[in-house]
């Protein structure tokens, strides 16, 4: 009898000890898409205002000059943004987690991304 307890408590300890409490960052603020962005107004601008060009530029890889509208077919060629997937798009995560050569956007520059991608990543 004995045994069962002790095999029981000890059962209780490994899954009480599996568990554990969801951590809220109290500073954490979902991102809600603007799905009204357009992409020659509200997103092509951030890539110059923010330096993006000076290193994205012809030299290979993702190049970012160049008018919105071929800027947005290299996005999506080079495979940077999945239209209607914003959350699988490189450019939206590494603006939204702060992983791109510590550049930062402000979140309504943030939902725009989000907005456009969520939309479709349009021409327009």
Do not use: E
């Not at 992409?39 to 205002?49: G, H, I, K």
């Amino acid at each position: 009898m004995k045994k069962k307890f002790l095999l029981l408590i000890t059962f209780i300890a490994v899954i009480a000890g599996a568990c554990t409490k969801d951590i809220v960052d109290p500073t954490y603020t979902p991102v809600v898409p603007n799905a009204n962005a357009k992409f020659s107004t509200d997103v092509y601008p951030l890539f110059a205002s923010n330096g993006c060009t000076a290193c994205h530029g012809t030299s290979g890889g993702l190049d970012l000059n160049g008018t919105a509208s071929v800027v947005r077919g290299n996005l999506i060629t080079k495979g940077s943004v999945k239209p209607n997937q914003a959350s699988t798009s490189k450019l939206y995560y590494y603006f939204n987690n702060n992983t791109h050569q510590g550049k930062s956007l402000s979140t309504t520059q943030i939902s725009n991304i989000k907005g456009w991608i969520d939309a479709g990543a349009l021409d327009n």
